[in-house]
């Protein structure tokens, strides 16, 4: 089992920043298991989108409309993911989901973060 716990969101003006961060932590085996992490983002009425992930190989890959605005980065000797977002949007305003995939393809989530893009 894989526990996700994300941190970072909160409130930007349009053309700002932040940072998510998202940690994972179970046996080592589930650790050492997991393949690709990313990112997903919900608004009430949608369904998830994904943002970015990144496998543990360190090849990335974004979403259309974050391309040029986002990086994704990853380090797996602590287990984390991170979300660096700039010129933030107001339609990047959604709650943003950490995810794990494992070798089989089994996908951890975590409890999410609001981001709120707003003047």
């Known amino acids: 089992q894989v526990q996700l716990v994300e941190s970072g969101g909160g409130l930007a003006q349009p053309g700002g920043s932040l940072r998510l961060s998202c940690a994972a932590s179970?046996?080592?085996?589930?650790?050492?298991?997991?393949?690709?992490m990313g990112w997903f983002r919900q608004t009430p009425g949608k369904q998830r989108e994904l943002v970015a992930r990144?496998?543990?190989?360190?090849?990335?890959e974004y979403a259309d409309f974050v391309k040029g605005r986002f990086t994704i980065s990853r380090d797996n000797a602590k287990n984390t993911v991170s979300l660096q977002m700039s010129n933030l949007k107001p339609e990047d305003t959604a709650v943003y989901h950490c995810?794990?995939?494992?070798?089989?393809?089994?996908?951890?989530w975590g409890q999410g973060t609001q981001v709120t893009v707003s003047s």
């Open positions: 995810n794990a995939v494992n070798m089989g393809n089994y996908m951890y």
């Open positions: 179970g046996s080592i085996f589930s650790m050492v298991t997991i393949d690709t």
């Open positions: 990144i496998t543990r190989a360190g090849r990335a």
